[in-house]
């Protein structure tokens, strides 16, 4: 049971390159969320998903566009990257409702240059 | 607007010592709170929770107290142990809500 798996582990990109980054899932969960971790300030919400086919803004959504065709796959794509987006990309997964623990992948770690 | 803080970037403490982890948070409709545990390279995972029905709840060493009036709670580790070394993250939600929000994070090191 591998729980919640992100694709690739690292990347540098150059500014204005387009790359996505894969989520995937096989504990059967309805929500998704994709979060960024940058120093000091914590894990921020870029966008989450409710089920197959939902998508949803969070905290931070510019720059960053997300698709869930499948329900176990919540792909997170940037257009044209810019140093700005420099971070450690989390993936996280829950079931709901009433059930808050979530599920993280290991991270992306991206530098844009 | 940063809805759930943690005021305290790091934290260092003696094995055997208590460990205290706090976290305030400014929205009252938030009423599910969380601690999450991260290892540097590993993604976080749920340490602990406390509904706020509840002021304190314990799992072992690790107890987490609200107080609701404050909007705030906090984190004992007691006794700490070096294996805790970590970065602490504080979440709250809404029951009815979709999403959790997180605070900044705390480095704990517990040393030997």
């Known amino acids: 049971n591998a729980g919640v798996t992100q694709t690739p582990k690292f990347r540098v990109l150059k500014t204005g390159q387009s790359m996505t980054l894969l989520c995937a899932q096989d504990m059967n969960h309805e929500y998704m969320y994709w979060y960024r971790q940058d120093p000091g300030m914590g894990l921020r919400l870029i966008h989450y998903s409710v089920g197959e086919g939902t998508t949803a803004k969070g905290e931070v959504p510019d720059g960053y566009n997300v698709s869930r065709l499948k329900k176990q796959n919540f792909l997170l794509g940037l257009e044209s990257a810019a140093p700005s987006q420099t971070s450690v990309y989390f993936c996280a997964s829950r079931r709901p409702p009433g059930s808050y623990g979530y599920t993280f992948g290991s991270g992306t770690r991206l530098t844009v240059v | 607007d940063q809805q759930v803080k943690q005021n305290s970037p790091s934290l260092s403490v003696q094995e055997g010592r208590i460990s205290i982890l706090n976290c305030d948070y400014t929205n009252s409709m938030f009423d599910y709170f969380l601690w999450y545990k991260k290892y540097p390279a590993e993604g976080p995972t749920f340490l602990i929770s406390?509904?706020?029905?509840?002021d304190k709840n314990e799992d072992g060493r690790f107890t987490v107290f609200l107080n609701k009036s404050a909007k705030h709670l906090s984190l004992h580790i007691v006794p700490s142990q070096p294996g805790d070394s970590a970065v602490y993250f504080c979440a709250a939600s809404r029951t009815s809500g979709s999403r959790l929000t997180f605070g900044e994070g705390t480095q704990l090191t517990v040393n030997p």
């Open positions: 406390i509904s706020s029905i509840k």
